[in-house]
């Protein structure tokens, strides 16, 4: 099975502190993603990356930068963090494809849950 | 501008009845659906999709229907039971320059009353 691990499950943080937080995935996945989910917002993405090095804005970048240096690795920053950013931050992997032909959905980790005060 | 709209934050169901969570969408490149699940303190797990040329797939207990015309899908869980209590999220799939994009909704709660 597919594992993608996020290394914190709760994270506190002071408004302004730079905040990493750190999603790896054990299936040699090209895609990796960044979302978060808020109360009646559903899941927005944050940035995604398709290759090691490679990334792309999502919805909800502002606030936010990410970095991938190695394929299973994929870091989402808060340069620094703000109240409006406590939330559930949720990361996940999936395969290229290219166009499907079925599509089995993308593997999300467990999330962290960020606090900033 | 929200894609991809779940208009029920929260659906009760009794336990063995069937449960009916919807979805509606406005982007006509969407190619694929898909529902996941997700509990507290946990992240979402996929479910079932459904490619948009089809109308109907089904998997055990669950079977997702899309009514393309009005841009509509749902998810059937019958019989439904207590652990089907979570929160349903439907995404929807666009492909841009051969890259995957997923547009989830708001969710729904469903809760399962024994």
């Known amino acids: 099975d597919v594992k993608v691990t996020q290394s914190s499950r709760y994270l506190v943080k002071r408004t302004g502190e730079k905040v990493f937080l750190e999603c790896v995935q054990d299936m040699d996945h090209e895609n990796m993603f960044w979302y978060r989910q808020d109360p009646g917002l559903g899941l927005r993405l944050i940035y995604f990356s398709y290759d090691v090095k490679m990334k792309e804005k999502g919805d909800i970048p502002e606030g936010y930068s990410v970095s991938r240096e190695k394929k299973e690795r994929f870091s989402l920053i808060l340069e620094s963090a703000s109240t409006n950013q406590t939330s559930m931050y949720l990361c996940a992997s999936s395969l290229y494809l290219g166009q499907p032909t079925s599509h089995y959905g993308y593997t999300f980790g467990s999330g962290t849950r960020l606090t900033v005060v | 501008d929200q894609q991809v709209k779940q208009n029920s934050p929260s659906l009760s169901v009794q336990e063995g009845r069937i449960s009916i969570l919807n979805c509606d969408y406005t982007?006509?490149?969407?190619?694929?659906f898909l529902w996941y699940k997700k509990y507290p303190a946990e992240g979402p797990t996929f479910l079932i999709s459904i490619s948009s040329i089809k109308d109907k797939n089904e998997d055990g207990r669950f079977t997702v229907f899309l009514n393309k015309s009005a841009k509509h899908l749902s998810l059937h869980i019958v019989p439904s039971q207590p652990g089907d209590s979570a929160v349903y999220f439907c995404a929807a799939s666009a492909y841009t320059f051969g890259n995957e994009k997923l547009t989830f909704g708001t969710g729904t709660r469903l809760t399962i009353i024994p």
């Open positions: 982007n006509s490149m969407f190619d694929y």
